[in-house]
């Protein structure tokens, strides 16, 4: 990971606000059925359609707070509007991004959803396996307190 992307994401997660945000079900969900090349898609083209070009924005107002794991992502990496770029990640707020900042916001965000992703798979995961291994154990105290033999 980029060390100056690290730096911001640490630096939000000590955010009580940009903090809160996180991956539901239902996006998890989607990325797995999109995959996670088509997110960045989709990320590249909100980016470059509603924060690129300060002539058609409406600061504030361009990113949903819900809808697609792109804009969790936006609030969480604090990447939503040019007031939030400018304030946390030094992209004056009046000028049209350039294909860097534009790649580098890009890679905030999805370095955000990859970390997401991976805790709520190892989460789940752990969870799935501790919920599996309970039944295992039980199905074998049956089998022993009742003397069947398999």
């Known amino acids: 990971m980029d060390e100056k992307i690290k730096n911001i994401l640490d630096r939000l997660s000590k955010s009580k606000f940009r903090s809160s945000f996180h991956l539901k079900d239902k996006d998890i969900l989607y990325i797995e059925d999109k995959g996670i090349d088509k997110i960045r898609e989709h990320a590249y083209d909100f980016v ?15 990113t949903p707070m819900k809808g697609h794991p792109v804009f969790i992502a936006q609030h969480a990496t604090s990447t939503c509007c040019r007031g939030c770029l400018g304030k946390w990640h030094h992209i004056g707020r009046n000028r049209i991004m350039s294909d860097t900042d534009v790649k580098y916001v890009v890679d905030v965000i999805m370095t955000w959803i990859d970390k997401e992703y991976s805790n709520y798979k190892k989460n789940h995961l752990s969870w799935f396996f501790t919920l599996f291994i309970y039944f295992i154990n039980t199905f074998i105290c049956f089998f022993d307190v009742s003397g069947i033999i398999f």
């Open 48 to 62: 470059t359609k509603r924060l690129a070009d300060t002539s058609n924005v409406t600061d504030g107002k361009q």
